[in-house]
């Protein structure tokens, strides 16, 4: 299953996404987190220690994704690696066993 969220800033899309991931986790199912936001604290939400936090990275896109288009002229964007390794070097495992991504983030002033 894939769930996204998505509204108005200040909704509490971040504590609901943070909710859902942490019961669906203790239900047993595999849960990865991933985080869009460009002032990301979605691992701060799921409980994740700032020593933990301190040690992720933002996924560089244009490393590990490349698009693909079909005969048909439609483009799909693809991993170019098993996600287990992306998970494993620029992600967190959070309480409950949910892995945490941070997909966006702050690159610095005038930096984009």
């Known amino acids: 299953m894939r769930l996204a969220v998505c509204g ?29 936001d460009p002032n990301p604290n979605l691992a701060t939400a ?11 990275q933002r996924v560089p896109r244009e490393e590990i994704v490349e698009e693909r288009t079909d005969a048909a002229g439609h483009t799909d964007l693809y991993l170019t690696r098993p996600f287990e390794d992306v998970l494993g070097e620029y992600g967190v495992i959070a309480p409950d066993g949910v892995g945490v991504l941070s997909m966006t983030g702050l690159l610095g002033a005038g930096r984009g």
Not at 13 to 32: C, D, E, M
Request: glycine share 16%.
């Open 46 to 56: 799921l409980g994740v220690p700032v020593e933990v936090r301190d040690r992720m």
């Open 8 to 36: 108005k800033g200040g909704s509490g899309k971040t504590t609901i996404s943070a909710t859902l991931a942490r019961l669906f986790a203790r239900q047993g199912h595999p849960v990865t987190a991933l985080d869009g």
